[in-house]
């Protein structure tokens, strides 16, 4: 029998039943993640031995008729910007090349809690700063559907592992479209939850009012099945939303995703027009017009006065809150310590030439560039110029978004400007791999959830997205109209050659 390994809606069935255990499962992720890491190396880490035993002590618990958590046996990778004690957090970058962190994150304890196997750590943009997957310290991880493109970023290992079918099911951090873009090049399905729907209790953190933790998979079910898992209150997150996790199981299920009839969808026409869309991209969306008209929603124009500014109001309060964050990692409190330099350490005293050289030798060059950005705008004389003004327009973002979330109920609009793009393109071109979050920062300066679906593929076969945002708490909304959609279309069950 095949494994799906594309599938963990179908995996849990199959476990539960008996027709598969757990160390079935587990071999065959051992086997794909042979046949294609290789080429895809969507992981910076994954503990082999330890996986057989997690799946063991799972088969063995379900003999003993012990009780066994609702993803008992069903493979996970986490991005390597949550913690976990029992395998390296590095977030790719060589500051945190040895860490170990001494707790789990909220939603590694709650997997762990519900008996998933830990597959391991995946690769991504040095602290979730990029588009590619290319500011990782530790390599690139090549797209599944082309070898010479990239992934997308900053969770490109998250994407590309569920892509290759190593895994069905893998977690993600969104602070400016980290889950979907990357959900979009690789063909499958992402989902930036609202700001503090699920825990950042140790996610390290890369700013902190746009960051947020959510799931990818193939399709919109196993998106549900593990956006249930992760969605909480947590104490332990001070921004944690305390607000009852509605149903998402229910959500996609038949008896609610028959049709969208009386849903008002907004077709944004200042992203569907952008003269940086590719003819494809833009097609995939038309289409999508199509099919949810067809399904019985209503789709209507609206606009959004402030776009041309998400870009540059997300890349001052990204940075300003990374250059704080960052600030952290001095040589002293953890991470990397440079020994630094006899003559450094003369010239600006040993404690300076440590912080200094730790800092410079820890960090790439985008993550330089975060910080440099960010320490400018909120120097003092420039703080009102760039941050507090930052700020103001953010507010006037959130209330193009209220505007139109009083007449829609969804927005719909493109995920990214066109298809993955060769590696090595936008590596010397930091603005233009900006360009590449036209469209996905606005959900994160507004704290509201989106979904990215797959809509299609261009004549390279690469894959395209759609992407639908929701009022906040509106998840359950976005995976009922994304399971309609993919009731009525088959973009998300073609799979790669590789
Ligand atoms: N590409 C964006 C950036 O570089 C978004 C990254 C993210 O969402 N983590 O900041």
Redesign the pocket.
């Known amino acids: 029998m095949t494994i799906p390994l594309d599938s963990a809606v179908t995996l849990q069935s199959l476990l539960a039943s008996g027709e598969l255990s757990a160390v079935d499962v587990a071999r065959s992720v051992l086997e794909r993640a042979a046949a294609t890491e290789s080429t895809v190396a969507a992981f910076t880490y994954r503990p082999d031995e330890r996986l057989l035993e997690q799946a063991e002590a799972i088969d063995r618990r379900r003999r003993e008729g012990q009780p066994l958590g609702p993803l008992a046996g069903i493979p996970v990778a986490v991005k390597d910007v949550l913690c976990t004690t029992d395998m390296p957090t590095t977030c790719s970058s060589r500051m945190l090349e040895n860490f170990r962190s001494p707790y789990d994150a909220t939603v590694v304890a709650q997997l762990r809690a519900a008996d998933a196997l830990l597959v391991g750590k995946t690769n991504m ?1 040095e602290f ?4 590619s997957t290319e500011n990782s310290a530790f390599g690139l991880t090549r797209n599944p559907w082309a070898s010479t493109c990239t992934p997308g ?2 969770s490109g290992g998250a994407a590309a592992a569920v892509a290759a079918s190593v895994v069905p099911l893998s977690v993600g ?6 889950i979907r ?1 990357p959900a979009a090049f690789c063909g499958v399905t992402g989902l930036k939850p609202t700001y503090g729907r699920v825990s950042r209790y140790g996610l390290v953190a ?1 700013a902190s009012s746009l960051d947020q933790v959510g799931p990818l998979a193939w399709d919109v079910a196993d998106n549900a099945l593990l956006l249930s898992h992760l969605a909480g209150f947590d104490p332990r997150d001070s921004t944690s939303l305390d607000a009852p996790v509605e149903d998402y199981l229910a959500a996609v299920s038949p008896a609610a995703t028959a049709d969208l009839k009386g849903l008002r969808i907004g077709l944004i026409r200042e992203h569907v027009d952008h003269q940086r869309l590719a003819a494809p991209a833009r097609q995939a969306v038309l289409d999508a017009v199509g099919v949810l008209t067809a399904a019985g929603a209503e789709v209507v124009d609206v606009h959004f006065d402030q776009t041309k500014y998400w870009v540059p109001t ?1 890349y001052i309060i ?1 940075p300003c809150e990374a250059s704080s964050n960052l600030s952290r990692y001095d040589g002293a409190h953890y991470g990397f310590r440079a020994q630094p330099a006899a003559e450094a350490a003369q010239q600006h005293g040993p404690l300076t030439a440590t912080y200094c050289q730790s800092r410079d030798q820890g960090f790439g060059a985008e993550v330089k560039r975060r910080i440099m950005l960010g320490t400018y705008s909120l120097s003092e004389g420039y703080a009102d110029r760039y941050y507090a003004k930052a700020l103001q327009v953010r507010r006037l973002i959130r209330d193009d978004y209220d505007a139109a979330f009083g007449k829609v109920d969804l927005l719909l609009g493109p995920v990214t400007p066109g298809p993955a793009f060769p590696l090595g393109e936008k590596v010397d071109d930091p603005l233009e ?2 360009l ?2 036209q469209f996905t ?1 606005g959900a ?1 300066l507004a704290g509201i959830p989106a979904i990215s679906l797959p809509a299609g593929h261009d004549e390279n076969n690469l894959p395209l997205g759609v992407q639908l945002q929701a009022p906040p708490l509106g998840e359950a909304a976005l995976l009922r109209a994304g399971t309609v959609f993919q009731n009525a279309t088959d973009h998300h069950r073609r799979r790669p050659q590789l």
């Open positions: 943009d979730a700063m990029g588009a970023g900053s951090s969104d602070t400016g479209g980290s873009q890369f997300y990204a791999m900006y590449c979050d920062v994160n």
